[in-house]
């Protein structure tokens, strides 16, 4: 899943540092926010990920002020702004639901930041014409939210968020109510218009797409607390832990035994019935059980058995665009998902026996006995 990457036509101005530190917040005897401490570089995108409940959008409405922590401190630049409300923080905010006015005009929207600031004249015009501009509604101004689409709501709310120029961007699942293929397309112009202004910008969002194509590095979440800060690559390939594993993507989880660890290689008996050697890890411990997360894409089917193969009875196969997905079961009961290339013909016959991908580096984790 590779990040979007448009490159601006010129530097982008620096942006600043947000830290999160040591972050708590409870509701009575819950813990919503469990100590979170996250930095942030200058200029970059940071998603908090995770399911509902996890505890990402209490971390934003902290950040933004709306809530107060029981403990721990937010920072901008290395100054704390605990002690500021939300208004005076200079953070833009964009809501799920966009939150515009809808008696006001789209213009009106966008000034309407600057207006509570004590701003008027000329200079104002000036700032709303431009930041319509930079989200292509110049020709919407005077209209009313009612006579936009949702994509064209998101601009608007969008160009209000940073009509202020502010230090920081927020943005509160900003894509759930869009369709699929307009969800992409604002994506692309928000990590456009967020490169072009060298904005550091908070996103929260269940949609682990979204998180990998928009994110320079994401915090996941999970019942309270961030069980991995890396990049979507790293997070991808590379999991801490077994939430994160099953968080992100879509794995099978194969049972088995370290028989040895020798030479920098573990050779592991799988429940499926092969015997495998892979790079060691501290997870591999002989004679330890462990499960082996592998994705889709990283096993074959093959026609015939051989060395690391293991017998599979053929299931359903689905094709997904570009894709085929097929579902097999092992000789253990395990359902196993692998993804190949869909080529053109009549489908192949089915085959019998699966391994893993040359280029495979599966995660390697305990298993409770």
């Known amino acids: 899943m590779p990040a979007i990457d448009p490159t601006p036509t010129e530097a982008a101005p620096a942006g600043r540092t947000l830290d999160v530190d040591g972050v708590t917040v409870r509701y009575g005897s819950a813990t919503a926010v469990d100590g979170v401490s996250l930095a942030t570089e200058p200029g970059e995108v940071v998603a908090l990920l995770g399911p509902s409940g996890c505890g990402k959008t209490t971390l934003l409405r902290v950040i933004a002020g709306f809530v107060r922590q029981a403990g721990g401190r937010v920072l901008v630049d290395g100054a704390a702004i605990d002690h500021l409300p939300p208004n005076q923080r200079n953070i833009g905010i964009v809501f799920q639901n966009y939150a515009l006015f809808p008696h006001m005009t789209v213009a009106d929207n966008v000034a309407y930041g600057l207006a509570a600031r004590g701003q008027r004249g000329p200079a104002v015009a000036q700032r709303v014409a431009r930041m319509l501009e930079m989200v292509q509604l110049g020709a919407f101004r005077d209209r009313l939210p009612r006579q ?89 390939d590379r999991p801490r832990t077994l939430f994160v594993n099953g968080f992100i993507g879509t794995t099978n989880l194969l049972p088995g035994r370290v028989v040895s660890v020798a030479d920098g290689r573990a050779t592991i008996d ?100």
């Not at 699942?173 to 072009?196: G, H, S, T």
């Not at 092992?330 to 053109?344: C, F, H």
């Not at 192949?348 to 893993?356: D, E, G, K, M, V």
Request: net charge neutral.
């Open 148 to 236: 936009l689409s949702g994509g064209q709501q998101q601009r608007v709310a969008l160009a209000r968020a940073l009509a202020v120029e502010p230090s920081i961007l927020l943005l509160d699942e900003p894509f759930a109510a869009l369709d699929r293929n307009l969800r992409l397309d604002m994506q692309i112009e928000v990590k456009r218009l967020q490169r072009q202004l060298g904005l550091t910008t908070i996103l929260v969002t269940h949609d682990q797409d979204e998180a990998m194509s928009v994110a320079d590095r994401i915090a996941v979440m999970n019942r309270g607390k961030v069980e991995q800060f890396d990049t979507p690559v790293a997070i991808y």
């Open 270 to 369: 799988l429940a499926a019935g092969a015997t495998i050697a892979l790079p060691a890890s501290p997870e591999a411990v002989a004679g330890g059980a462990v499960q082996l997360s592998v994705r889709p894409e990283q096993l074959e089917l093959r026609d015939g058995a051989g060395p690391g193969c293991w017998p599979v009875e053929p299931g359903l196969s689905l094709p997904l665009g570009a894709q085929l997905v097929h579902e097999v079961r092992t000789a253990d009961g395990a359902a196993l998902k692998i993804v190949e290339p869909r080529r053109p013909g009549p489908p192949a016959p089915p085959r019998r026996f699966c391994t893993l991908a040359a280029e495979a580096r599966p995660s390697l984790f305990p298993r409770s006995t």
